[in-house]
Each structure stands twice: as structure tokens, then as C-alpha cells.
T-cell receptor
Framework: AQSVTQLDSHVSVSEGTPVLLRCNYSSSYSPSLFWYVQHPNKGLQLLLK??????LVKGINGFEAEFKKSETSFHLTKPSAHMSDAAEYFC?????????FGSGTRLLVRP | DAGVIQSPRHEVTEMGQEVTLRCKPI?????LFWYRQTMMRGLELLIY????????DSGMPEDRFSAKMPNASFSTLKIQPSEPRDSAVYFC???????????FGSGTRLTVV
């Protein structure tokens, strides 16, 4: 069955340090994968999408993710965290028309 | 473009009452989705419309839930009668066949007391 697993429920970083949010997927075919961000009491905003065109995907706000088939991973990174990055991040698998959401990773950014 | 518009933003109702949530998708998007977000179950797909036709309603919890899409610019999700366990954030999303990604509305936070 297709699924995504977010390996950390919470990640805490200091402002200005790198961010790594981990996601593994399970799929019998080449997947479409997304990262969405949800700020407190807000909707879901698309950060980036992998569609097999390139393994390194650049998104908004300085985020990027690398698709690694050998590791079945799609980790989200950012070189330098900003206070405004504090939010919940979802790794998402597209199965046909359905979006299958991971359980989310809450990112805390310390001053 | 104003994006996907949902109303109301917040709804508090008493158990047993009827609740109607509304969604206006992005113009030209031919697919519409209703999702529910809870602490226990995360984000779940409730129903999917394509060209105003319900394609997959397998996620609708039970007969108390119903959804309609009378035209390309409007959809409703109705709960009758409502129960406290229906308390959640309900999101609407739309998608164009050529779109980069799904666009979500800001959600409706429903509280049933």
C-alpha cells in the first residue's frame, strides 16, 4: 500500500541553523510527493512537489527536498531557519486523485 | 485570484443541529475535495468531485454527512444531525488537471457542543 511516514513528530532548531524534516514513502511505483506547510489556525500551503522531472526540488521560502529512490526518502531541508518557519509540515503522497498525508512534523524555531 | 474560499471560518453548534459548510473552488478547477483534520486521525479525504460529479465518497463517515456540488463554483458539506465527535477542521481543496498542486481553502473550524 502507498503511504508516507514522517519520522519526527517535533523538531526544534535555533534561528539561523539548518532544518531537516524527514519523510519516507512506500510505493510500488514512481510516486508524486508534496510538502505542505500549515501555520497555526491557517490552511495548507504547498511548499513543493516532486514529479520525477528532477530529484532535487526547490520550493518556496528557501525550502528544498531531495527524492532518493534507493532510500525511499523525500526529506525537506532549509539552510537557515527563520522564526516565521515555525509551523506544522506535512509530507504528502498522491495516489491517483487522493492525497495521503503523513502525520505531520511540528517545527519549533528558537530565537 | 482569491483562491479557494470557505465559509464560515468558525462554527459552533449544539449537538443535534444541522451544519452546512460551504466552498467556492478556484474558477476553472474541475476537481474538488473535502478533507477533515482531527488530532486523532490527521487529514482524511471525505469526498472527491470531478466536473461536479461525486466520484469517491468512501471517506464520508456515515449517513449524517452529505455533500453536493450543484455547479462548478460551489459545493456544500452538510452534517445532520451533528455530534460532538464531528468537531474538527474541514478543508476544501480544488485542482486543475494541469495544476502544479492542490489548492486548499483556509478551513472551517467546527465545534459541536
Amino acid at each position: 500500500a502507498q503511504s508516507v511516514t514522517q519520522l519526527d513528530s517535533h523538531v526544534s532548531v535555533s534561528e539561523g541553523t539548518p532544518v531537516l524534516l524527514r519523510c519516507n514513502y512506500s510505493s510500488s511505483y514512481s510516486p508524486s510527493l508534496f510538502w505542505y506547510v500549515q501555520h497555526p489556525n491557517k490552511g495548507l500551503q504547498l511548499l513543493l512537489k516532486y514529479t520525477s522531472a528532477a530529484t532535487l526540488v526547490k520550493g518556496i521560502n528557501g525550502f528544498e527536498a531531495e527524492f532518493k529512490k534507493s532510500e525511499t526518502s523525500f526529506h525537506l531541508t532549509k539552510p537557515s531557519a527563520h522564526m516565521s518557519d515555525a509551523a506544522e509540515y506535512f509530507c504528502v503522497f498522491q495516489s491517483s486523485y487522493k492525497l495521503i498525508f503523513g502525520s505531520g512534523t511540528r517545527l519549533l524555531v528558537r530565537p | 485570484d482569491a483562491g479557494v474560499i470557505q465559509s464560515p471560518r468558525h462554527e459552533v453548534t449544539e449537538m443535534g443541529q444541522e451544519v452546512t459548510l460551504r466552498c467556492k473552488p478556484i474558477s476553472g478547477h474541475n476537481s474538488l475535495f473535502w478533507y477533515r483534520q482531527t488530532m486523532m486521525r490527521g487529514l482524511e479525504l471525505l469526498i472527491y468531485f470531478n466536473n461536479n460529479v461525486p466520484i469517491d465518497d468512501s471517506g464520508m463517515p456515515e449517513d449524517r454527512f452529505s455533500a453536493k456540488m450543484p455547479n462548478a463554483s460551489f459545493s456544500t458539506l452538510k452534517i445532520q444531525p451533528s455530534e460532538p465527535r464531528d468537531s474538527a477542521v474541514y478543508f476544501c481543496a480544488s485542482l486543475d488537471s494541469t495544476e502544479y498542486g492542490y489548492t486548499f481553502g483556509s478551513g472551517t473550524r467546527l465545534t459541536v457542543v
